[in-house]
């Protein structure tokens, strides 16, 4: 029977290792305060808006012009697959929701740019 392996792991014992804001080099905050937020730097928030504004308007310019192109809406591949909603998106409506869906995200965009603008 000695040869048999254990089916049971034996405990860990606790581990010896420092507490995280020790180890940062930081000294450990007493329980009950809490510790001053960090501020983030203004060139990263700079760096957000910009990608921000720009995915904003880069997404804008696409779902705009999408409806009308003609190789994008009327051959896509999506729409040939389910030929009822081709006779749905070829509708002026649904193309002129689409385009103004687009828009709004442009305005969105702009929007941000401005506002961000001073800070």
Not at 89 to 94: E, H, I, L, R, S
């Amino acid at each position: 029977m000695s040869q048999q392996p254990e089916l049971i792991s034996p405990p860990l014992s606790a581990s010896p290792a420092p507490e995280s804001g020790a180890e940062l080099g930081t000294p450990p905050t007493p329980p009950g305060t809490n510790p001053a937020p960090q501020r983030i730097p203004r060139w990263l928030e700079r760096a957000e808006l910009f990608l921000r504004v720009l995915l904003r308007m880069y997404i804008g310019l696409a779902v705009f012009y999408a409806p009308w192109s003609s190789l994008f809406w009327d051959q896509n591949p999506l729409f040939v697959q389910f030929p009822t909603l081709s006779i749905f998106a070829a509708n002026g409506a649904v193309r002129g929701i689409v385009s103004g869906l687009g828009l709004l995200n442009l305005w969105i965009a702009f929007q941000d740019a401005i506002r961000f603008r001073g800070k």
